[in-house]
């Protein structure tokens, strides 16, 4: 029924697609995306809530004999707002009209997917409870997510299951991957000072030297993390910058260090934190220097709910053929906001496959052929999941 329907709207959620990647806006400034998005919903016949944690959009639908009164179950999906600071380098009819932005991620693909199950959704009104659709923005900068929680997202628009979907270069193109467990990492900042007494090259024994207990600290730390967690989980320390000196036969009075922590386990998430503080008091002794470490924690991980893993396979399975459903898929490394959602509502986060380049490569282009894929998935899933029986079941 959906690839029929689907037939029938291809060339409008094409449309959309075009007119979303002409018109980027990042993360928080997405005030046309959400304007657009918000008006979609409202000729759909949804419920339409904007400026949720600032440009964020929630549309609601009742199923028959459900009501904002009387819901039943309710089933969320997440889709993204916002762009990336970049600018693109893929030759597209529809290319970005912004040359400081780019839709290199995907989201102008994600929003549309959802919009795409939002409007078959509202023209097949054969699922029992209620269906959210929730455009989150500024995933990229991981912050948009808890901006809806701080606004009161699931107090003023309660649901029982989210789900979210990302496009993945590298899989085969339509097929579908859900991870059993983790899906995607959390993501941590880390900041590392180390100060010491400075001094001339030439006379290191005067001072202390910075220089050296930071290239101490940042190889002790990577050391020992291969010894602090079981080999089988997974978790990455990785420090970008290095600043700190001013000219070469001056031991510096300051180092500064800065990089992300990431995990898809959270005992790993909390070693790590303690390994560092661990290497921090070891690097004062040795060297005689201050230092001084904050972990700012970012985004949890992204936890899959067993339920809703079930749901989408079956979901994934009726719609693409078992033999492009990936199961137990390996988690990734990336990390993502909908951890903030899926932390405190079950859910499940999955992938659909295409080819080209990866996210965030300035000739990455979203795939328009797997819109109807997700789109299906989501439809599939707010009818099973809002089944009047899965609600009895709960209530006994």
């Known amino acids: 029924m959906f690839d ?36 979609r919903l409202t000729d759909f016949g949804y419920e339409v809530a904007t400026r949720i944690g600032g440009t964020g959009v929630v549309g609601t639908l009742h199923g028959p004999g459900a009501s904002a009164s009387a819901p039943g179950r309710c089933i969320a ?29 995907g989201h102008d693909g994600h929003t549309v997917t959802a919009l795409t199950a939002a409007a078959y959704l509202a023209q097949h009104r054969d699922f029992d409870g209620t269906i959210r659709f929730i455009f989150q923005p500024a995933e990229e900068l991981l912050t948009g997510a808890r901006a809806m929680l701080a606004d009161g997202l699931f107090e003023r628009f309660p649901c029982d299951e ?48 910075a220089m050296l207990a930071a290239a101490s600290f940042l190889t002790s730390v ?24 001013t000219a070469r036969n001056i031991l510096p009075e300051e180092i ?87 932390t405190r509502v079950p859910g499940a986060y999955f992938f659909v496959g295409q080819s080209g380049r990866a996210p965030h490569h300035p000739e990455y282009v979203f795939d328009p052929e797997i819109i109807p894929v997700g789109a299906a998935i989501f439809a599939d899933l707010a009818r099973t999941r809002t089944s009047r029986s899965l609600n009895a079941r709960a209530n006994t």
């Open 77 to 105: 999906f997440r889709a993204e707002l916002d762009a990336l600071p970049m600018e693109e380098k893929a030759n597209l009819p529809y290319r970005s009209q912004d040359a400081a932005r780019f839709h290199g991620c």
């Open 162 to 209: 989210v789900y979210a979907l990302h496009n993945l270069p590298g899989l085969p193109k339509g097929a579908v991957a859900i991870p059993s467990t983790s899906a995607l990492a959390s993501a941590d900042n880390i900041n590392v000072t180390i100060r010491a007494n400075g001094a001339h090259g030439a006379m290191p024994h005067t001072g202390e030297d």
């Open 256 to 342: 500064r260090l800065e990089g992300t922590m990431r995990t898809t386990a959270t005992t790993v998430r909390d070693r790590l934190v303690g390994l560092l503080s661990d290497t921090a008091r070891a690097t004062e002794t040795i060297f005689g220097v201050t230092v001084t470490v904050s972990v700012e924690k970012v985004a949890p991980v992204t936890i899959n709910h067993p339920a809703a893993v079930a749901a989408v396979v079956t979901s994934a399975t009726r719609i693409v053929g078992a033999e492009k459903v990936i199961e137990n898929a390996r988690s990734l490394m990336a990390s993502e906001d909908f951890s903030e959602f899926s």
């Open 4 to 39: 029929t329907w689907y037939d029938t709207q291809r060339d409008m959620s094409l449309a959309w697609l075009q007119d979303l990647h002409a018109h980027p806006e990042t993360g928080f400034e997405e005030v046309r995306t959400a304007a657009f998005v918000a008006a």
């Open 222 to 245: 990577q050391q020992a993390a291969t010894r602090v967690f079981d080999a089988r989980d997974t978790g990455v320390i990785s420090f970008g910058t290095l600043t700190g000196g």
